[in-house]
């Protein structure tokens, strides 16, 4: 009879899986109790609770050490990818962003204004080459944008920004500097300087970040390096585990299994009539 109950439990439990079923089923299962298993606990085995208790701290170790593993998996992506390219990015801005600061020194007489050439032809007050920038949003049709000019050094573009919907200056020597235009033609040079102005704040900002960077890189290779702190626990419980499956007889099947019947009333006479007409 429990060679019955083992059978049935054997098929549910390959049948009850998340995983894809396969088109025949095993008849062997781990889910399944064996008859030493079942005889065990009638005849109130200890090792019986032992093996639960051990087989459920080894689940839970397992489950421990497969999130250490994927934690350290991808601070060792992190360690070989992320870090350096964030840090080769960080020190190429930083290096971009001091050489753009002393261009626009060296190209500025007067931080008010400077002569700005607009449209081949340089303008030396403020509200003239504001309105003429204001009057070149007219030829900007699409969202590549326009060469216009120079100012302090750098080259202006006039783009058109779709999502907010207002007109940008690029600023571009090593870098792209951005200043949003408003309707005002002192203020479209106002905010053109700010953003000028901007790239000297920008350095310390930048260098800041490159700090942070190292310092993670640093932390993620001291912890990548830190072994999983419950492995001895889980060899142990899995050593312990394997000695107790021993004892119980755990994983030994034999060639064939045999159904006993203690009593032929057990099979229906019908059925049982109609297996004699057939032997005859």
Not at 109 to 119: E, H, K, R, V
Not at 220 to 238: C, G, I, R, W, Y
């Amino acid at each position: 009879m429990y060679q019955m109950v083992e059978k049935k439990q054997r098929g549910i439990s390959q049948i009850m899986t998340s995983k894809t079923p396969e088109r025949s089923i095993e008849d062997i299962d781990e889910k399944a109790l064996s008859y030493a298993e079942i005889k065990s606990i009638a005849t109130g085995n200890p090792l019986i609770r032992e093996k639960t208790e051990l087989e459920t701290k080894s689940s839970k170790l397992k489950m421990l050490k497969q999130s250490y593993l994927g934690q350290k998996y991808e601070l060792e992506d992190m360690i070989n990818k992320k870090y350096p390219q964030e840090i080769t990015e960080c020190e190429k801005e930083i290096a971009n962003l001091t050489e753009d600061n002393e261009h626009l020194k060296s190209n500025t007489a007067n931080i008010d204004f400077c002569p700005m050439q607009l449209d081949n032809q340089v303008y030396s007050e403020k509200a003239k080459a504001g309105e003429k920038i204001l009057q070149l949003c007219n030829k900007v049709h699409d969202t590549k944008g326009i060469y216009i000019g120079t100012y302090r050094g750098f080259q202006m573009y006039l783009e058109f920004n779709t999502f907010s919907k207002v007109f940008q200056v690029a600023l571009k020597n090593k870098q792209i500097y951005r200043a949003t235009l408003g309707s005002d033609k002192l203020g479209v040079i106002t905010r053109i300087n700010n953003t000028l102005e901007s790239i000297m704040k920008a350095i310390p900002t930048a260098k800041d970040k490159l700090k942070n960077l190292q310092q993670q890189l640093k932390t993620a290779q001291e912890n990548v390096a830190v072994p999983f702190s419950k492995e001895d626990e889980l060899q142990e419980t899995l050593k312990r585990l394997k000695v107790v499956n021993a004892e119980l007889k755990i994983g030994e099947t034999s060639s064939s299994e045999v159904i006993e019947v203690d009593d032929e009333d057990d099979i229906e006479v019908g059925e049982y009539e109609k297996q004699k007409e057939y032997v005859r």
